[in-house]
């Protein structure tokens, strides 16, 4: 696609309950990033997805965050268990040789935990 | 360790003024820098970037930047600021290409009229 694609754009969900976000990079890039933004706190990076390399999970908090990416496009973060910390916008990018290796950004998804 | 320093939160501007806004990185390897651009509810915007060469880059919407490699700086500047460039600004580094970027916590600028 033209750009890197979120979904859902905003989840409310209640405390407990297992979410899943989903993110559509831009079409060709090899490589895949999550990151958190919460208020303050600038842009926390999660995992990060290269081709058919081991992902680096370095940055995921906790156990109840995870991610696959399938057939080297899309990918998904679940959260297992939301808590109220786990409130955010989680913003994927992609990145491949067609754009100069520049990470590009989507719009994010707002996730609220109540 | 790896970081990124903005040590502005927050700075306001008047229209028309010129803005620098500074960056400071630590990164162990060959720096690869970015400036960011955030409007409230959007994601994130590349402003610039700088991979070698010239060290002095220029990006969209009349930005550039310069690297300093002696002071670890890559500083954003602007000759005259709009009212539409409030916004929030991030510093981000990165190592080769396609690496993962450290971010700064951003700098929120403010245009008063």
């Known amino acids: 696609g033209a750009g890197v694609s979120q979904s859902p754009s905003n989840k409310v969900t209640e405390k407990g309950k297992d979410v899943e976000l989903r993110c559509d990079p831009i079409?060709?890039?090899?490589?895949l990033y999550w990151y958190r933004q919460s208020l303050g706190q600038g842009l926390e990076f999660l995992i990060y997805?290269?081709?058919?390399?081991?992902?680096?999970k370095s940055g995921l908090p906790s156990d109840r965050f995870s991610a696959e990416r399938t057939g080297g496009s899309v990918s998904t973060l679940t959260i297992q268990r939301t808590q109220q910390e786990d409130s955010a916008v989680y913003l994927c990018?992609?990145?491949?040789?067609?754009?100069?290796?520049?990470?590009?950004f989507g719009e994010g998804s707002w996730l609220t935990v109540v | 360790a790896q970081s990124v320093t903005q040590p502005d939160i927050h700075i306001t501007v008047s229209e028309g003024a010129s803005l620098e806004l500074r960056c400071n990185y630590s990164?162990?390897?060959?720096?690869?820098l970015f400036w960011y651009v955030q409007s409230p509810g959007q994601g994130l915007q590349l402003l610039l970037k700088y991979f070698s060469g010239d060290t002095l880059v220029q990006g969209i919407k009349g930005f550039e930047a310069e690297f300093k490699r002696s002071q670890s700086s890559f500083n954003l500047r602007k000759p005259s600021v709009h009212w539409s460039d409030a916004a929030e600004y991030f510093c981000a580094v990165g190592g080769q290409a396609g690496t993962a970027l450290i971010f700064g916590k951003g700098t929120t600028l403010s245009v008063s009229s």
């Open positions: 990164y162990g390897a060959t720096p690869y």
């Open positions: 997805f290269q081709g058919n390399s081991a992902p680096d």
């Open positions: 079409s060709g890039h090899t490589a």
């Open positions: 990018a992609s990145s491949g040789s067609s754009s100069g290796n520049t990470i590009y």
